[in-house]
């Protein structure tokens, strides 16, 4: 079951941040910021391993997969990140006692919230960079949380 989704602007800034109700929504925010510094860590190693690889002919190499797998395990929750080409964070934390969502569910609730979050881009009176406030995304991602608490 997804307990919290927590969109990051690229200088860490939280655009969003979406819980369950009845979860204690400081600790979740603890850990959404601990991620970050795993995120961080991802990111760095990532373009490392980019930047040593040789090029061909002025291609650049294989673009990177934008889900970082599991950040941040704790005795209950597990938590995910996701980052964007424009270095938009993703973080999903999910009940790690009762869900037993596998690794490919967890990269589509990130495809549906990347979609999501696209697609309030499009939105004329959207300033990139200020908290998100749209009811259409708001809407798509309590969907998200309440479809992903069957598995």
């Known amino acids: ?11 860490n800034e939280p655009l969003y941040f979406q819980s369950v109700s009845g979860q204690d929504e400081l600790r979740l925010h603890h850990i959404v910021y601990t991620c970050l510094d795993v995120i961080e860590e991802k990111i760095a190693a990532m373009l490392a391993s980019i930047n040593a690889l040789p090029t061909k002919q002025g291609i650049p190499p294989e673009r990177r997969d934008p889900y970082l797998g599991l950040l941040y395990p704790t005795e209950d929750y597990k938590c995910f990140g996701y980052v964007t080409n424009s270095r938009m964070k993703f973080v999903l934390l999910i009940d790690g006692i009762r869900s037993k969502l596998a690794d490919e569910d967890v990269r589509r609730m990130f495809r549906r919230i990347h979609a999501a979050y696209a697609d309030m881009l499009a ?29």
Do not use: R
């Not at 079951?1 to 200088?11: N, R």
């Open 1 to 11: 079951m997804a307990l919290c989704i927590a969109v990051i602007g690229k200088e």
């Open 123 to 151: 939105n004329p009176f959207y300033t990139p960079g200020e908290s998100i406030s749209s009811k259409k995304f708001q809407n798509e991602i309590l969907s998200l949380m309440t479809s992903s608490s069957g598995g």
